[in-house]
């Protein structure tokens, strides 16, 4: 399995964070596993780590909606403006509970890969490596 360089969960539910931490580091498909507590923390993070994934700069964001200071989709509409490059080295995926009608059809509008509903699981999380970070088989060369 591909481990990618950081994963960034941004969720206000401390609970909710730590155990989805403790998953990820038993399953080692991430070099780091970094928390925000809102969406502001988490543009904090990205706007501090520049353009490039690295360690520090997270390739994977596991978004809430429902948050305070800057929900979900605040930080979606506020991602929007970074620059182009530094959207390319992330992948959001939006954990939530919220699976109301309206959220879903504004999250369509938004830059997300895709939306997972919680808990976040060992089968969910190879999913997204897989179908996100895997890498492409190896070309064979023919004589």
């Known amino acids: 399995m591909a481990k990618i360089t950081s994963i960034l969960?941004?969720?206000?539910?401390?609970?909710v964070n730590y155990l989805n931490e403790r998953l990820l580091e038993r399953m080692e498909?991430?070099?780091q596993v970094l928390v925000a507590l809102n969406g502001q923390e988490a543009l904090n993070r990205l706007a501090t780590h520049g353009q490039h994934a690295?360690?520090?700069s997270p390739a994977l964001l596991l978004l809430d909606i429902?948050?305070?200071?800057?929900?979900?989709?605040?930080?979606?509409?506020a991602y929007?403006?970074?620059?182009?490059a530094q959207q390319r080295a992330?992948?959001?995926?939006m954990l939530?509970?919220?699976?109301?009608p309206l959220d879903m059809q504004r999250l369509e509008q938004l830059p997300i890969a895709e939306c997972l509903s919680k808990p976040l699981t060992q089968e969910k999380v190879d999913l997204i490596i897989e179908k996100y970070f895997a890498e492409p088989p190896p070309t064979s060369?023919?004589?």
């Not at 429902?66 to 509409?77: A, H, R, S």
């Open 9 to 15: 969960l941004v969720d206000d539910d401390q609970t």
């Open 29 to 31: 498909v991430a070099s």
């Open 54 to 56: 690295t360690a520090a």
């Open 66 to 77: 429902k948050m305070p200071v800057l929900d979900g989709f605040g930080f979606l509409e």
């Open 80 to 84: 929007q403006q970074l620059p182009p």
């Open 90 to 93: 992330n992948v959001i995926v």
């Open 96 to 100: 939530t509970t919220s699976l109301h």
């Open 141 to 143: 060369a023919r004589a």
